[in-house]
């Protein structure tokens, strides 16, 4: 039996129906607080790294389903974090999806090209992150 918790608009959270852990890695603890508050709304727990080597020593640790990741970030960009991350065999790879301020359609094509799975203009829009959780 699935019991499923009700967000504060009476639909059932997102997290009900795409369960996933959740790693956001970004510098700025701002937009940490308000990534993790609108995925808390959706149903999700969540951890958070400060940048791509924090993300990747927390998949070393834990098990990881989803990273939304900002592009721009000190110590390790998101860039070769993610190419790091697409050397861990494909069944227990995270889903990548990049987060960026600003973005021109050659700002995609780099995201992709480094192996990220998909892509989300800051801020972000919650339709957009549901649209974008529920296809990884």
Not at 2 to 15: D, E, I, Q, T, W
Not at 75 to 85: N, Q
Not at 99 to 118: C, H, I, P, S, V
């Amino acid at each position: 039996m699935v019991h499923l918790r009700f967000s504060s608009s009476g639909m059932p959270h997102l997290a009900d129906r795409y369960p996933q852990r959740i790693l956001i890695a970004d510098d700025n603890t701002v937009n940490q607080r308000v990534a993790a508050a609108l995925l808390e709304k959706m149903g999700y727990r969540v951890q958070c790294a400060g940048n791509g080597q924090e993300a990747l020593d927390a998949i070393g640790r834990t098990a990881i389903d989803v990273i939304l990741m900002d592009v721009q970030m000190p110590v390790m960009d998101a860039l070769e974090a993610t190419r790091r991350i697409c050397q861990i065999p494909a069944d227990n790879r995270p889903w990548v999806i990049a987060l960026r301020a600003n973005a021109t359609g050659e700002d995609r094509q780099e995201t992709f090209a480094a192996g990220m799975n998909d892509y989300l203009s800051k801020p972000i829009r919650p339709a957009e992150l549901s649209r974008a959780l529920a296809h990884a």
